[in-house]
């Protein structure tokens, strides 16, 4: 088995943006999901000036791949955890093997998943661990990589400027080393930077640029990804039509390449868009699509995103009878499900109905 082709599955994150490396980290909200493929096949011969025939080691660097592995097995099992204490263990091993590689992918894993449990700190030194062994390994899409996953994290946190630092040093790299793979993806993650900054129009710019690679190179996720993103910006300077476009070719990628996550962006925006400038016919049937697609999936927050839509739109429309209704409803699901952040923002909702109808 090919030691380096070891996915550990999907992570789920609540932050804005995601991350990636030789996993696949995927946000749960609408600004991004961001997805590149994992590092080729690395030869060990090639990389590390490692005599390969010392049996001690070698037992060490199968023992080290095997906690790996387990550690892949376990967060698939939804135990982070336990997939973090084989990945210590992993790391441990490969520190003292001098397993540059091993120690980069470990680090990858150990970065992300921390990130998912939001123990940024513990993230973000991970992160630039595996940064650091890019850069001692001259492994050029490492640091792409790398950069990208770092500056993702320090956008999270709201480090703007550290986030632009990280992604314009990797968008520098791709260009020189001609990746372009890693240069559509860190101009799309700049355009997040703009995004997150309020400069919408510099975004929009960067979401153009980062669709010519992601087109040129068939990444569907990818591009289902930037033209959500580009959507959102448009939405944001409310040109609408344009947003809608943009939703509309996401939605087809995603429903090609069975892309959920981007799907419900798409839905999304569409309904939210169609709300605004109409036809109310299609504003219904992108909500229609949004809650079928939630319950064949067996998605509760999505159901619950749905509903809060749902109320939205009615809203938007003047029913404010429909609008209660399925914001209670809303609430009733949030506590089901122990959201009580989201369960609080739909509260504060329903009271803002409630007086405008002189409810009490």
């Given amino acids: 088995m090919n030691r380096w082709c070891l ?77 973090i204490a084989y990945w210590q263990q992993a790391l441990d091993l490969y520190q003292q093997i001098g397993d540059f590689e091993g120690l980069g992918l470990t680090y990858d894993y150990l970065g992300l998943t921390y990130a998912d449990l939001g123990r940024y700190p513990q993230a973000e030194e991970s992160l630039r661990r595996r940064l650091g062994v890019a850069r001692y390994l001259r492994d050029f899409q490492g640091q792409i990589y790398g950069l990208n996953n770092l500056g993702t994290l320090l956008l999270q946190g709201g480090n703007l400027d550290a986030a632009e630092q990280s992604f314009t040093e990797a968008l520098e790299i791709s260009r020189t080393v001609r990746n372009q793979e890693g240069e559509g993806l860190t101009l799309s993650n700049l355009g997040l930077v703009a995004a997150q900054s309020g400069n919408y129009l510099e975004a929009i710019k960067r979401y153009k640029e980062a669709l010519v690679f992601r087109r040129r190179l068939g990444d569907p996720l990818g591009e289902a990804n930037t033209r959500n993103n580009l959507g959102d910006a448009y939405r944001a300077l409310d040109q609408h039509r344009d947003a809608l476009g943009s939703y509309r070719y996401a939605l087809q990628l995603a429903e090609d390449s069975r892309d959920f996550p981007n799907q419900f962006r798409a839905l999304r925006g569409l309904a939210r868009s169609y709300t605004i400038v109409g036809p109310e016919p299609l504003a219904l049937k992108a909500l229609n699509q949004y809650l079928a697609l939630a319950q064949e999936q067996g998605n509760q927050s999505e159901e619950l995103t749905s509903l809060q839509l749902y109320a939205e739109f009615y809203v938007v429309k003047g029913d404010l009878s429909n609008a209660r209704t399925l914001y209670e409803q809303a609430i009733a699901l949030a506590n089901a499900l122990g959201n009580t952040q989201q369960e609080a923002l739909l509260r504060n909702d329903l009271a803002q109905i409630l007086y405008e109808r002189g409810d009490k």
Avoid: C, F, W
């Fill in 7 to 83: 996915p550990i599955g999907v992570v789920h994150l609540t932050a804005p943006v995601a991350l990636y490396a030789g996993v696949l980290l995927m946000s749960t909200t609408a600004l991004s999901q961001t997805v590149l493929p994992a590092n080729e096949p690395i030869g060990l011969e090639q990389q590390l000036q490692i005599p390969l025939n010392n049996n001690l080691q070698g037992e060490a660097r199968e023992q080290a791949d095997l906690l790996l592995r387990l550690g892949g097995q376990a967060h698939r099992g939804g135990n982070s955890e336990k997939a």
